[in-house]
């Protein structure tokens, strides 16, 4: 079992960053890939990034690619998600989710466990 609490969210003019943080329970954080969703009003959930197991690979939507970053640090069991240069259209609830696997997931269904999801509002 794996708890995951987002942080970090909040409100930014566009243009501006954040840093989103999500802290996992457990000893066994590192046996997890860890992704990054998010979702707006009225849309689906959609993937924004993945991070490996020991965070060497990382992938990116495109829509996202060259402004946000994926890390993590195993030891503080937390995943982060940088996010730069934030347009309107990033605005969402981001989640984080772990995945017991050694491959990238872009799919929501392929995660097994999932944060409550922390609010991110870009103004224009």
């Known amino acids: 079992q794996v708890q995951l609490v987002e942080s970090g969210g909040g409100l930014v003019q566009a243009g501006g960053s954040l840093r989103l943080s999500c802290a996992a329970s457990g000893r066994t954080f590192s046996l997890y890939a860890m992704g990054w969703f998010r979702q707006a009003p009225g849309k689906e959930r959609e993937f924004v990034a993945a991070?490996?197991?020991?965070?060497?690979?990382?992938y990116y939507a495109d829509s996202v690619k060259g402004r946000f970053t994926i890390s993590r640090d195993n030891a503080k069991n937390t995943v982060y998600l940088q996010m730069n240069s934030l347009k309107p259209e990033d605005t969402a609830v981001y989640y984080c989710?772990?995945?017991?696997?050694?491959?990238?997931?872009?799919?929501?269904?392929?995660?097994?466990?999932w944060g409550q999801g922390t609010q991110v509002t870009v103004s224009s």
């Open positions: 989710a772990a995945d017991y696997a050694l491959v990238l997931h872009t799919t929501k269904e392929s995660y097994d466990y």
């Open positions: 991070i490996s197991r020991g965070g060497g690979n990382t």
